[in-house]
């Protein structure tokens, strides 16, 4: 057990924060984060996006964009625990970011294991790059929870597939330019085994990107209809039939990709705590504030050390497991239950909206409205419990009435 | 950077662990709960056979030299047995004690003799209602001589030496006496866990030799240390009370399956396991901090001990629920380990008062970076 760098990842961290420093503006504490010039795009991202873009272009050219990807198609051929180095050394650093997660975090891995050579060769570093952003066509409107349910239907006509349907709850779908999709190709097999996987340029014809707006007030979630939409069979992955296998790979990767909730975390609840008036003395100084204080640390300190065992075991060759399903429920809830507490001790200052990015209520307001997002996006804290239960614990499955019987005699979706 | 115990480690774990499903530990505590006995003898003397009482101590003392990390894998697996054997009181307490002194001269009289197992020390701390700090005693040291009423002494009719906190001058020091000296007087108690045997210990003028005295910050370091060990029994009580319950859930059947393939059981053996995995998390960070004597010390052992605290008590009770009527009958052995967890989360200060220390180290240390 021993928390100090090796020799060899000093000597990694120093190249790492040599370059950062040379290349990035220092925080001055941690709410000091990266802010756009602009906010006027319909998810609020505009320059934030073009920034994003820039700044992976600048680490991919100097090395240090995908850096556990192959060097071939774009990455540095890193280990697990650089990989974790750079990504502590670039969070002391003023950087944008929120856009890549999906192509580099879950498309890319799905590509890497059932893409032609080619197609890896022509795709992945330019996702490396960061000029192309992808998104991920899973959801439906009768298909969330229960994604095996999608209804999204490919016909295949000698070389090219034929995709009519909708998709729901894509985020980022209206700036993307690639996107990874699951369809159903066949409605006569059970429900697991008719899906089909393929990639796609978002340019083609016949789609159409509606966003949704949030209870945020943003609108980075969108709907997406296919209208005859014409993907070429060279851009399956996996067999046909085959999909659901090879959206588990991607399922398995977003649990990596998506990580802790952003927003309120101990640190801002403390800070707030020490900050504001309670009786006529700082609310740290009560009892019952610190009972909670001490709560949120211990789930705080606790995930921060569950992925440090997790990347042990990623660095001794342990292929991910779905003990990271943790990370996204403990953060969530907690994120909402800070937000809510530190608005409470604000009292009616609360209320009072406000839209300056420097006002510790806007920081508290948004993590509010956020968090109900965070507990539901990339698998349900429910979903997230069975995933727990069944894979790490190993208890079975619910009775299932869907598995065995033929897709189009499921009933599915809201019947109110 | 490893975040992980050692494979010598993770041997000697495995090994403590097969000692006591071999011994049958959970049928030896339900022995001494219901039988007269305060301790399980035989048991004890396999833990001594085994070398466990001497990890710690150096081996210039007749110790094996080991560190903390292996003590504390050895803590898990007596927490998983629910062992019913003074070793918390005279190991993690008394024997880690007298390794942080500076006096030699009981190092080298008291040491060996732990390391053997022939002796059994413990810590006398606690004198009233409420939550043992550091510098609430009303016991007395004043030249050579130890005189206080202490209550609910872990194993104090059992114990071979007392390490004693006592106000001396401003400071609350720690004292050890021997107990057979002239002066002590022992009176068994009623144990809530009736596996562990407890007693109210009173000292009149009793000869006491010095731990150390010249500051109250000995205590508070010998409660962060213990926090730590209690930790790790408190996760692996927890660990074996998950255990038993998916055991039971997969082999018991209703409404015509078996009740873990109920959402309503999983996901409250998921919350289990989540309450279970941040605990170990904080536990692993207690034991680094622990065994490198850290500055981080105070906040590592605040932050383990209120997690598994809160992870035993949850498993152990849901362990019940999940049990059904039979999960609350005297011959089901779910109460065994829901008393332990009752027990261990009192020992050293309740979770009140270690949820306070927590955030008293944090404002003291500026965490978190």
């Known amino acids: 057990m021993d928390f100090n760098d090796t020799a060899e990842e000093a000597k990694f961290r120093k190249e790492a924060s040599d370059w950062l420093s040379a290349n990035a503006e220092k925080k001055e504490h941690s709410r000091d984060v990266y802010r756009p010039a602009e906010l006027t795009g319909e998810g609020g991202e505009s320059s934030a996006l073009q920034d994003a873009k820039d700044w992976m272009t600048k680490k991919y050219e100097a090395g240090w964009a995908c850096l556990h990807w192959p060097k071939e198609y774009g990455g540095r051929d890193a280990t697990a625990i650089e990989r974790v180095i750079w990504a502590q050394e670039e969070s002391k650093y003023k950087v944008p970011g929120g856009f890549h997660e999906i192509g580099q975090g879950m498309a890319g891995p799905t590509m890497m294991l059932y893409a032609t050579e080619e197609q890896k060769k022509e795709y992945l570093p330019p996702m490396a790059k960061g000029q192309e952003i992808w998104c991920q066509l899973f959801s439906e409107p009768g298909a969330g929870s229960d994604l095996a349910g999608i209804k999204t239907k490919a016909e295949l006509d000698g070389d090219t597939w034929t995709i009519n349907g909708q998709k729901v709850w894509t985020s980022g779908a209206h700036y993307s330019d690639y996107a990874i999709l699951v369809t159903r190709s066949d409605f006569n097999a059970p429900k697991h085994k008719g899906l089909t996987y393929f990639f796609l340029d978002m340019k083609s014809p016949g789609i159409e990107v509606r966003p949704i707006r949030q209870i945020t007030g943003g609108a980075n979630f969108n709907e997406v209809y296919f209208t005859d939409v014409k993907i070429p069979d060279s851009q399956r992955l996996g067999e046909v039939g085959d999909g659901w296998k090879v959206a588990l790979t991607t399922l398995m990767n977003e649990r990596l990709a998506v990580g802790d909730a952003s927003g309120v ?10 900050e504001s008036d309670f009786n006529g003395e700082n609310a740290i100084s009560n009892g019952g504030v ?6 949120w640390y211990c789930e705080y300190a606790g995930l921060k050390y569950t992925k440090m065992r997790n990347i042990s075991a990623l660095s001794r060759g342990d292929t991910p497991g779905p003990d990271a399903s943790i990370t996204k429920i403990v953060s969530a809830n907690k994120l909402q239950d800070i937000a809510n507490f530190g608005m409470d001790l604000m009292d009616n200052a609360s209320i009072v909206k406000s839209d300056d ?11 509010l409205l956020g968090a109900p997002l965070i507990r539901i996006a990339g698998g349900t804290d429910e979903i997230l419990r069975n995933i727990i239960a069944e894979q790490v614990l190993g208890m079975p499955q619910d009775v299932r009435v869907d598995k065995t019987v033929p897709f189009n005699e499921i009933p599915s979706g809201s019947k109110n | 950077m490893n975040f992980e115990f050692s494979d010598d480690q993770l041997v000697m774990k495995e090994e403590v662990r097969k000692l006591f499903e071999k011994e049958d530990t959970v049928k030896r505590n339900r022995n001494i709960l219901e039988g007269e006995e305060n301790f399980d003898k035989d048991l004890w003397n396999k833990v001594v056979e085994m070398g466990l009482t001497a990890v710690t101590i150096p081996e210039e003392h ?25 070793y918390s009181s005279s190991v993690y307490l008394a024997t880690t004690a007298i390794i942080n002194s500076s006096n030699e001269d009981v190092k080298k009289e008291y040491l060996p003799k732990l390391a053997a197992g022939e002796m059994i020390g413990t810590f006398a701390h606690s004198e009233e209602l409420g939550t043992p700090t550091s510098d609430n005693a009303k016991t007395t040291f004043q030249t050579g001589k130890l005189s206080g009423e202490k209550i609910a002494v872990p194993d104090g009719d059992i114990a071979n030496i007392f390490i004693v906190s006592a106000k001396c001058g401003d400071n609350v020091g720690l004292f050890l006496v021997d107990a057979d000296s002239e002066g002590v007087e022992v009176s068994k108690a009623e144990c809530f866990d009736g596996s562990r045997s407890y007693a109210n210990v009173s000292f009149k003028d009793v000869d006491a030799k010095v731990i150390e005295d010249s500051s109250s910050e000995a205590i508070e370091k010998l409660l962060n240390q213990a926090a730590v060990l209690f ?18 859930a997969m082999g018991r059947y209703a409404f015509g399956r078996q009740i873990g393939s109920f959402q309503a059981i999983k996901h409250k053996l998921a919350d289990m396991y989540i309450s279970l995995t941040l605990a170990r998390s904080n536990c692993y960070f207690g034991a680094w901090a622990l065994g490198n004597d850290a500055p981080e010390l105070p906040v590592a052992a605040a932050t383990a001990r209120v997690s598994a605290t809160k992870a035993f008590y949850e498993c152990s009770k849901e362990n019940i629920q999940t049990h059904g009527g039979m999960g609350a009958t005297w011959e089901f052995d779910c109460h065994l380990f829901y008393r332990r967890a009752r027990l261990l989360s009192a020992n050293i200060g309740g979770q009140s008062l270690w949820k306070d220390k927590l955030v008293s180290s944090i404002e003291r240390s500026n965490l978190p970076q």
Do not use: H
């Open chain 1, 290 to 295: 610190r009972e909670k204080l001490a709560d």
């Open chain 1, 357 to 367: 990015k420097d006002d510790i209520r806007a920081l508290f307001q948004g993590s």
């Open chain 1, 265 to 274: 975390d101990f640190q801002e609840i403390f800070e707030l705590t020490k």
């Open chain 2, 62 to 86: 007749g110790g094996i030299g080991l560190g903390f990390l292996e003590l504390c894998v050895v803590a898990e697996e007596m927490g998983r047995a629910i062992a019913p054997i003074p």
């Open chain 2, 231 to 248: 930790a790790f029994e408190q996760v692996g009580g927890a660990e074996a009370s998950m255990n038993m319950a998916k055991e039971y």
